[in-house]
């Protein structure tokens, strides 16, 4: 089977081609190693320049988008789908991605699948008319639509025909237990008291502002403690971040995240509640639990069925009294909960595989 992924090159502070991250980098390449074989199609609205890069016989190629380039667009795009004449066109990443995937399948005739890792509808892009639109396009024509959660698949079910869901995973090469002492060693993590982490995108909806009330009323008890934070700062949250307890690292590579989470005592998911969270599968949990490290979540989405191994880990969303009882806990009596298989990218692949294979003989 040739399959053709269309998605956005720069998701979740990540450039796709360059930090090779989450579902648009890591499901293509598992499709690949069962057999496959893959073009990435990923828009650029940065650079005007196109790059092309394989990994593992997938091939990943930049379409320019900027102003300058959005004549040449289309051009672009049909050279590439000659080129390579696909079997099967995925789309993922926005609504208007979504209608173009469905565009591009129609006039060849071939299966086209949508891939909603998120609710597209509250993306800031989805302001413009026209996108809400795309989205219903997209989910009307889609001979399979693959859904991030079940919430998600809930929400917009109604709206397709045949669906999948396919969480977020992790890559179980790179995030994997590190012993404490050498991972806060090669960090430079103090070990005065215990160390609580989050890694992550720091805006209104993560909750860092409730953890960092949680973390300071703690410090009664624990004196020492330090909490750790990585990742960038939202422009609709105003922070301060320079409180002699707080380590922050900015925004770093993805290959330093494990090290900082087996650093840590506690790794906090803060979440508060809002239309996009409340369906949201993100790769932290998985992350998370991949280093064996104790977790606390707020009750968001449905994180609590991957941890209920450990019940004290789950706490109110947007409480800091709760969330400090939780981090406690964590802290004096750790509760792990096991890494489930279902979330590596090998396995989601298998499965992401067997339902494109189908459409491709029922073609």
């Known amino acids: 089977m040739k399959f053709l992924l269309l998605c956005k090159r720069y998701y979740t502070n990540r450039d796709l081609i360059e930090d090779r991250f989450g579902r648009l980098f890591h499901l293509p390449l598992q499709l690949v190693r069962a057999g496959n074989e893959g073009l990435v199609m990923a828009l650029d609205y940065r650079d005007e320049n196109t790059v092309e890069t394989r990994v593992d016989g997938l ?23 000659n080129s390579f004449r696909p079997d099967l066109v995925i789309a993922s990443g926005d609504s208007h991605i979504g209608a173009l995937g469905a565009l591009v399948a129609r006039r060849r005739s071939i299966p086209f699948v949508f891939d909603v890792y998120d609710d597209y509808r509250v993306f800031g892009t989805n302001r413009i008319p026209g996108m809400k639109m795309m989205f219903r396009l997209a989910l009307r024509r889609a001979d399979l639509v693959i859904f991030a959660s079940e919430l998600l698949q809930r929400q917009t079910m109604h709206r397709s025909s045949s669906s999948l869901v396919l969480e977020n995973g992790v890559d179980r090469e790179l995030f994997r237990r590190i012993d404490r002492e050498e991972a806060r060693a090669a960090a ?112 968001i989405a449905d994180y609590a069925k991957y941890i209920t191994d450990a019940p004290q880990a789950i706490c109110k969303p947007g409480d800091a009294a709760d969330l400090a009882r939780s981090i406690k806990a964590q802290i004096e009596h750790p509760q792990l909960a096991p890494f489930p298989d279902m979330l590596a990218w090998e396995s989601l692949g298998r499965r992401l595989s067997a339902a494109l294979g189908e459409l491709v003989v029922l073609q």
């Open 188 to 299: 430079g993590v103090t070990d005065a008291g215990p160390v609580i982490g989050y890694f992550g995108s720091i805006g209104s909806m993560h909750g860092v502002e409730t953890l960092i009330e949680a973390t300071r009323s703690l410090r009664a008890d624990y004196p020492g403690l330090c909490l750790l934070l990585a990742g960038q700062m939202g422009l609709d949250l105003d922070l301060d971040l320079q409180l002699p307890w707080i380590d922050y690292r900015g925004l770093i590579d993805q290959t330093g995240v494990p090290g900082l989470i087996n650093a840590c005592d506690v790794v906090v998911i803060p979440y508060h509640r809002g239309p996009q969270v409340d369906v949201s599968n993100a790769c932290k949990l998985a992350e998370y639990l991949a280093c064996e490290v104790p977790v606390v979540s707020t009750d």
């Open 59 to 81: 091939r990943f190629v930049s379409l320019p988008l900027t102003a300058g380039q959005v004549p040449k667009f289309p051009g672009n795009l049909r050279r590439g789908l």
